[in-house]
């Protein structure tokens, strides 16, 4: 986080707007997605176009969302960097760079760092063996996500197991989940957990 300040004047605010989602599980660019009438992007930026923010600056892969901005005067960063942290970084270093221009003086300070977290192997063999019993195919699948499971690795071993959705689509109003599904996934855990218990 930035704190900013410029003599004789409150610290001022800025905003950085994360759009560069690959939309893998909405299934199509949330933010271009019909809300109210209006793309839930410009929901945003009108959100943002207040006297009580310094700067905002959107960051995005979106040629599309680029454009609307574009049309609303608003500073957009096109870019086709792959991680989250890509899109953390160019948005900080822009609103800053706007911000110096604009006479502020700036300070950094990291207020939290969740570094990456590699997950148990044991827990994840004990699943793998779990899906093997109950005749489910395995797939193992890297998550960019933030979970509980990051911060409750720092206690104790830790594994996750990814349940699906019809037509791969999460964090939506799609999402439906099989109970089907649901009770494989209840008999995969059961069967890791005896394994571990064992162990």
Do not use: W
Request: some cysteine; glycine content about 8%.
């Amino acid at each position: 986080m930035a704190e900013l300040c410029r003599e004789k004047a409150h610290p001022p605010v800025g905003c950085v707007i994360m759009a560069s989602g690959l939309a893998r599980r909405f299934g199509s660019n949330k933010l271009l997605a019909d809300f109210g009438g209006r793309p839930l992007l410009c929901r945003a930026l009108e959100v943002t176009a207040t006297p009580a923010l310094a700067a905002r600056v959107v960051v995005t892969r979106s040629a599309e969302v680029k454009a609307l901005c574009d049309a609303q005067a608003v500073p957009c960063l096109l870019h086709s960097l792959p991680g989250r942290n890509d899109t953390v970084r160019l948005g900080v270093e822009a609103l800053l760079e706007q911000l110096r221009t604009e006479g502020y003086g700036v300070e950094m300070s990291v207020l939290m760092d969740s570094a990456p977290v590699r997950l148990s192997r044991r827990v994840a063999a004990a699943l793998k063996r779990g899906m093997a019993e109950n005749g489910l195919p395995v797939r193992t699948l890297p998550s960019g996500a933030g979970h509980d499971s990051m911060f409750i690795s720092r206690v104790t071993d830790v594994g996750m197991l990814f349940v699906s959705s019809r037509d791969g689509r999460s964090h939506c109003p799609e999402e439906f989940t099989d109970t089907a599904d649901i009770a494989r996934c209840c008999d995969v855990v059961y069967s890791a957990l005896k394994e571990l218990d064992r162990a």
